[in-house]
């Protein structure tokens, strides 16, 4: 009988290991997804909102989904796919009953401006034709249609364009209440939307 005991004990154990183990992993994309997420978090809302604004919300789903819905009718360029992924992370990090802290990872944080300029080859050729609707896409938000300006500066002749180091640097690390677009450009995007700028 104790060995009927032992038996039955072990194989409870072994299958409760079993699906504890399957409850704590994490699962396949998932970590692909945060990331992009955060992404969004910071190529989207930050264009407007400071991340620590963000990160004191404690919002339930409907209200994130709301809240994303305006972001949208005001202006943020966000695909279907792309809201719901959005919306998904939101409501799970900032729900009404999360912890007081719940800081986004460091994924696109501003980094200070880099001493040494970009090299060329970090600087690709840019495209004009298609730096137009990257702006529309990305930049147009805070800095207006045509580049006039609006919540962001007019960037439509305005000298940073011609000072290489100093525009790759804000675009690429950020500047003041200009976010990082470290990961959600990549360079071929810049140089595009830098060659369309010069031609305004």
């Known amino acids: ?67 994303v819905g305006k972001m949208i009718h005001w202006g ?9 992924l959005l919306v998904e992370f939101l409501a799970a990090r900032f729900h009404p009953t999360a912890s007081g802290l719940v800081p986004l990872s460091e994924i696109g944080e501003a980094e200070p401006l880099q001493a040494e300029p970009l090299s060329m080859q970090e600087r690709p050729n840019g495209v004009a034709q298609q730096g137009a609707a990257l702006f529309a896409t990305n930049c147009q938000a805070c800095h207006g249609a045509g580049a006039g300006g609006g919540f962001g500066p007019k960037l ?4 940073i364009l011609h000072a290489e180091a100093s525009f790759w640097e804000t675009v690429l690390y950020g500047r003041g209440s200009m976010p990082a677009w470290e990961h959600g450009l990549s360079r071929q995007d810049i140089a595009d939307i830098q060659a369309w700028l010069k031609t305004l």
């Open 76 to 84: 943020a360029e966000l695909s279907d796919e792309e809201a719901d």
């Open 156 to 159: 439509a002749g305005n000298p």
């Open 1 to 67: 009988m104790r060995l009927a005991t032992r038996v039955v004990a072990v194989c409870l154990l072994g299958l409760a290991t079993l699906l504890l183990g399957r409850a704590g992993a994490v699962p396949e994309g998932r970590i692909g997804s945060d990331a992009r997420a955060e992404g969004l978090v910071l190529a989207r809302c930050g264009t407007c909102h400071s991340t620590d604004l963000i990160m004191q919300q404690r919002l339930d789903r409907p209200r994130w989904q709301a809240t």
